[in-house]
């Protein structure tokens, strides 16, 4: 079965410093990976993707992820988190050739001044 | 900047009503999605929908689901017969045809009582 595990609920990090939310996924197939964000009462808000290529994609607002795919993972990074960064954080897999997408459960990232 | 529209907003129906969600893609895309949440949780997959057809569903979705794509624009969910377990967000998404990358609505609010 498929499946997108976010093993954290919520991620707390000061204003300037990296902060990492983590992902990981099992699929069987070639995984598209994505980052979506949602803030409150707004529908989701596509961040970053990875398809194929270079392991390390950017994306909007200064994140970044990395295909690992000995470990299945696909982590969100951001090199100095800023307060604005506070938000739901939803990673999701598409298998190749199926037009479906799994969402994780979400992590909540609160960024304090 | 294009958006997906959905409407209404907020939705309040009796279970066994039947309710039908409104979603206008952008008008470019050609792969349509409906998602729901709960309770602001785990974004769940409904169906996919592709050169007027249904291109993959999920348990969820079961006969008391349908969708249509009744003109250019419209891209519906109806519910036939509503149960309080339907309350939650409801998604519509849409993306061009290799990009993968979804714009997602601001979504409804069904609430059955």
């Known amino acids: 079965a498929q499946s997108v595990a976010q093993p954290e609920d919520q991620v707390n990090v000061a204003e300037g410093n990296p902060l990492t939310v983590k992902c990981t996924y099992s699929?069987?197939?070639?995984?598209?990976l994505f980052w979506y964000v949602q803030y409150p009462n707004r529908g989701l808000q596509f961040l970053l993707k990875?398809?194929?290529?270079?392991?390390l994609v950017k994306g909007s607002y200064g994140f970044e992820a990395e295909f690992n795919k000995s470990q299945t993972s696909f982590h969100l990074k951001k090199p100095s988190a800023l307060v604005s960064d506070s938000a739901l954080y939803f990673c999701a897999v598409r298998v190749y050739n199926f037009n479906k997408f799994y969402f994780g459960s979400g992590t909540k990232l609160n960024v304090k001044p | 900047e294009p958006e997906v529209t959905q409407t209404p907003s907020h939705q309040v129906t009796q279970m066994g009503q039947e309710v039908i969600l409104r979603c206008v893609p952008i008008s470019n895309h050609l792969y349509f999605y409906w998602y729901r949440q709960i309770l602001g949780q785990k974004v769940e997959f409904l169906v996919s929908?592709?050169?007027?057809?249904?291109?993959?569903k999920s348990e969820i979705f079961d006969d008391q689901f349908s969708v249509e794509r009744p003109d250019g624009s419209n891209f519906t969910l109806k519910i036939r017969s509503t149960k309080l377990e339907d309350s939650a967000m409801y998604f519509c998404?849409?993306?061009?045809?290799?990009?993968?990358?979804?714009?997602f609505g601001p979504g409804t609010r069904l609430t059955v009582t």
């Open positions: 990875y398809i194929t290529g270079d392991n």
């Open positions: 998404a849409s993306c061009l045809r290799g990009s993968y990358e979804q714009y």
């Open positions: 929908f592709y050169n007027n057809e249904i291109s993959e």
């Open positions: 699929v069987s197939g070639n995984p598209y």
